[in-house]
């Protein structure tokens, strides 16, 4: 029977006196039938404080019978002085009562204390006042102690939660009631009188909270309680607008209600949301369990039925599945908590990847040796050794690496000292579903982040992986040098940098590495963790103070959001891309045979003449050594020479001179001469010792030969800074487009366009000059202001031979090559939505199988679970429904070319029910939906969505287009 606490209904009365409505009491202890003396929160009179007294008078005799003659005597003495006056009479009348006015006198005078100890606490016994001991502990043992509570309790709460929510019939109370005070967001009251229940688990406080919908934020001292309903009403807030705290939330409760608000609302609030949230956590796993749904990664490999769903008899395709990874440092969570006030709880969760997982690629790869561009080095930042960055393991120095370097300079790092969790490193499949991600712990992208995101994908995945990373081509690299080459190369892994990101690689890059190069990728643009991290991005307001676990907790929150809204656009996703790959195929053969016409067999071969400007590229890639020793000799003759001339003009000043002043600063001028003469000369020397320059060259062929080489150096200098402002003008256009960019960032990067179209015709002007000396023809800014793309800066970068006749040249047919290639990405695109179209239909099928048989047994033995599985899986048909219809819609286009039946999953034999009825519903999009469409199959969703489609056509090609 829970007790309670001695003087409980007194230390309310206090509290109610000074405006607190909370009353303490001790459960977790059972209880047969609790009396209305000892219920919580009840209020007694005065008879009954009289039978209080009596019973506390009951065990302080049975405590004095136990004392020694010697504690006896102590307490008879500190009793006996209560009756002592100040003169020491000690005769016990009232009028021998006086004041005590010497102020000096300890009020402990004349208290006689045995050597055995103990007196004090008897006398608080003997007098009925309750003991209080303030244990000193840290924040994270109260929170240990409180989570070991909530964890006995956790299974019957669980069911108690499942009753309460799928129960109709009425709780069975006893008369036993007691009070606290009830917050909810439509009825909160001051106080409010609960029942006891007689169910099971009873015992437990928050087990009959429950049953009446409403939950605490602690396990055994009840303070106050929640309302399921304002709960869940939060959460839902929550999944939809993760900015939304607790804090803001409290304050909406205080506003509607008049209250003031209090910290200890906010702090009772965010621990029920967390302990609702681990019921609920609970909950879903004993409903996976019954589904067989609990077993290791189950999650990351039935995430995405079109992806992973594979069936019998399909044919196998170049790139089995498509991802892609990225770093995102806008989830950053600063060092504030460490030690004894660290929130000890870990959450687990199946998107995290944990950092034990990670270090074990710690050192996989050597940091790349970079070079300091300040003249005094930076004081280190810490003392650990560096660790290399994701594209380390390119020790070639490629542009693309340098552009996208993942690991930033010592002065981030800096920044970076503030925050333990500097980021998250994501990876999902292009349907949008997250795969997995892990912190970035005080580092920017480093090596082991990828590394151990591909050694989880290939272990789970296995062959014919593609996966799109900012900077594959360095990455690719990195993972050859690492322990995971063997495994990815007998696995076939297969990295390409995706289609926007791919623009701003150089052109060598993008023909290895671009995926409209790549055969298996189809129309993928790969920028799916830019897509997602977007909306996750709105987690990061409230996780930038918050503890490990909270910041964990609100990541599997949205993440777990994000894949069921994924889910519910399946379907849609599929139908958009098929109309997408369909209008490649009817567009692109109009086009290319417009740019064929007149041309002959050889100007169409178009992979031929990507083989020959990879082969020439690959050619180009460095400048020649002895171009390289020629042009820094003829600059030292041009020096030497003009240095030569200057002396002798020196000498030659032999007019005397009236002015001694004058006549120092002619000796000077003639003393530095010589001495550059001498300089250079000696430089010379040992220039021609160290190439073995058997004579020295005068103006003749080679030094002019080396001379218009120098030219070209320049004129190619000049293109580097115009490259470089025109990719930073494309950058922050897109960047301008981006969901979530504030209005503010849009004023500033406005402002940085205005400047950098200024930069660029500055540095323009300067590329046209160095462009006549060589003959080349000059850029308009019209062209300049329209790039898209670094192609075109490749091609005019190549001056040493005249490449402008060349087939693969041609701008005709360099645009007719971008058609072919599209074209054959699409009908990539086409064959692998023809297999995922079929791969959904029959896990609709198999999911809503399941969920039936697994409902129907389970509910014969545990009905609530079974009654929560079927809230699950309405859910679930009310979606498929809508899966059911939007495949019918693709099946029924006129370009469709997949199969309409549904299949069999590759392992699966307990498919017992009528297909040919599922085949029928899906074939005519039936199966419970009641929704009409538009007469031409549209619904407004649709419609949206195929603008946003055509959108986003637009901007992926805008770049390729003016090839």
């Not at 949008?432 to 050694?455: H, P, Q, R, T």
């Amino acid at each position: 029977m829970p007790k309670a606490a001695p003087g409980s209904a007194f230390r309310k009365d206090v509290k109610n006196s000074v405006g607190n409505s909370f009353n303490h009491f001790r459960p977790g202890n059972r209880w047969d039938k609790p009396s209305a003396a000892t219920a919580p929160g009840s209020r007694i009179g005065r008879g009954k404080q009289t039978e209080w007294q009596l019973g506390v008078d009951e065990r302080s005799q049975a405590l004095l019978g136990g004392l020694s003659q010697t504690s006896r005597q102590t307490l008879d003495d500190i009793q006996s002085h209560e009756q002592t006056t100040v003169d020491g009479t000690g005769d016990g009348e009232p009028d021998a009562w006086v004041d005590a006015d010497d102020e000096n006198t300890p009020m402990d005078d004349g208290i006689t204390l045995s050597a055995e100890g103990g007196e004090m606490n008897l006398l608080r016994e003997h007098a009925g006042a309750h003991r209080y001991h303030r244990i000193s502990r840290s924040w994270t043992h109260r929170i240990k102690a409180r989570e070991a509570k909530w964890d006995l309790q956790l299974d019957a709460l669980a069911e108690a939660y499942l009753a309460w929510k799928h129960d109709t019939s009425p709780v069975v109370t006893i008369d036993s009631e007691f009070t606290v005070q009830f917050v909810d967001i439509y009825d909160y009251q001051y106080e409010r009188t609960f029942n006891h229940i007689t169910a099971e688990g009873s015992q437990y406080w928050n087990v009959t909270l429950l049953r009446h919908g409403c939950l605490a934020p602690t396990p055994d001292v009840i303070s106050s309680v929640v309302s399921l309903r304002t709960i869940e009403l939060f959460r839902r807030l929550r999944l939809r607008h993760p900015q939304l705290s607790v804090q803001a939330f409290v304050k909406v409760i205080c506003d509607l209600h008049n209250l003031s608000y209090s910290r200890s609302l906010w702090r009772g609030l965010t621990d029920v949301f967390d302990i609702y949230l681990k019921i609920l956590r609970r909950v879903q796993q004993m409903a996976d369990m019954e589904l067989g749904r609990l077993s290791d990664n189950y999650r990351m490999l039935h995430s995405c039925p079109p992806c992973q769903y594979k069936l019998e008899d399909e044919p196998l395709l170049e790139i089995e599945m498509i991802g892609s990874i990225d770093g995102n440092q806008s989830l950053r969570r600063a060092d504030l908590r460490a030690g004894a006030h660290e929130d000890p709880r870990q959450f687990r969760s199946s998107y995290l990847l944990s950092e034990d997982a990670v270090n074990v690629f710690q050192h996989d790869i050597k940091p790349r040796c970079k070079k300091s561009k300040v003249s005094a080095p930076l004081p280190p930042v810490s003392e650990e050794p560096e660790e290399a960055g994701a594209a380390d393991g390119d020790t070639e120095h490629t542009t693309c690496a340098d552009r996208w370097q993942a690991a930033a300079a010592d002065v981030v790092k800096r920044m970076w000292k503030i925050y333990r969790e500097s980021g998250i490193f994501l990876a999902a499949c292009r349907h949008g579903f997250v795969w997995i991600f892990c912190d970035m712990i005080k580092s920017g992208e480093l090596a082991k982040y990828g590394l151990a995101i591909l050694n989880e994908l290939l272990q789970l995945f296995g062959k014919n992986l593609g996966i799109g990373y900012d900077i594959a081509c360095a990455f690719m690299a990195t993972v050859r040098k690492s322990s995971l080459a063997a495994a990815a190369a007998e696995l076939r892994l297969r990295l390409c940098v995706p289609a926007f990101h791919g623009f701003a690689h150089n052109r060598p890059c993008q023909l290895s590495n671009h995926p409209l190069y790549i055969t298996g990728f189809g129309i993928e643009d790969l920028e799916t963790c830019e897509k997602v991290f977007a909306p996750s991005n709105g987690c990061a307001k409230l996780s930038r103070h918050a503890t490990r676990f909270h910041r964990h907790q609100s990541l599997d929150m949205h993440f777990t959001q994000w894949d069921e809204d994924k889910y519910a656009e399946l379907a849609t996703f599929l139908f958009n891309n098929y109309q997408q790959a369909q209008g490649l195929l009817n567009d692109m053969p109009t086009a290319i045979a417009a740019l064929q016409s007149g041309k002959a067999l050889e100007d169409t071969v178009y992979h031929e003449h990507l083989d020959a400007e990879r082969l020439y590229l690959a050619s180009r890639k460095k400048e020649p050594e002895s171009d390289v020793i020629a042009c820094e000799y003829v600059a030292l003759l041009i020096k030497y020479e003009a240095a030569g001339k200057l002396y002798h003009t020196a000498m030659a000043q032999t007019v005397p001179c009236k002015s001694d002043d004058l006549q120092l600063r002619l000796h000077k001028v003639k003393l530095d001469a010589f001495e550059q003469l001498e300089q250079l000369c000696t430089l010379v020397v040992a220039l021609e010792k160290l190439h073995d320059f058997q004579e020295r060259w005068t103006p003749s062929d080679k030094w002019k030969a080396a001379v218009a080489y120098m030219e070209v150096r320049e004129y190619q200098k000049a293109l580097d800074k115009l490259e470089g402002l025109v990719v930073q003008r494309l950058f922050e256009l897109t960047k301008m487009g981006l969901a979530g960019t504030g209005y503010k960032m849009r004023v500033h990067i406005n402002k940085a366009l205005k400047t950098r179209c200024k930069a660029i015709q500055t540095a323009l002007k300067k590329f046209n000059t160095a462009a006549c000396i060589l003959n080349r023809p000059p850029l308009e800014w019209k062209n300049i202001s329209t790039y898209g793309s670094l192609a075109e800066f490749s091609l005019l970068r190549e001056c040493r031979e005249d490449i402008r006749s060349l087939p693969w040249a041609e701008a005709t047919n360099r645009q007719a090559a971008i058609y072919h290639l599209k074209y054959e990405r699409a009908l990539e695109e086409r064959e692998r939505l023809n297999l995922e179209v079929r791969r959904l239909a029959t896990w609709v099928r198999d999911e809503e199988h399941d969920f039936t048989c697994n409902i129907t047994r389970v509910g014969l033995l545990r009905p609530h679970l079974a009654a929560e599985m079927g809230e699950i899986r309405d859910r679930r048909v009310r979606i498929n429904n809508e899966h059911r219809k939007c495949i019918a819609r693709i099946q029924a286009l006129p370009s469709f070319s997949g199969i309409s039946s549904l299949g069999t999953r590759i392992g699966r034999t307990n498919t017992d029910m009528d297909i040919d009825s599922l085949n029928d519903e899906a074939a005519d999009g039936t199966g419970g939906g009641d929704e009409e469409l538009d007469d031409d199959g549209l619904d407004e969703d649709d419609r949206v969505a195929d603008e946003l489609v055509n959108i986003t056509y637009f901007v992926e090609n805008l770049a390729i287009d003016l090839h």
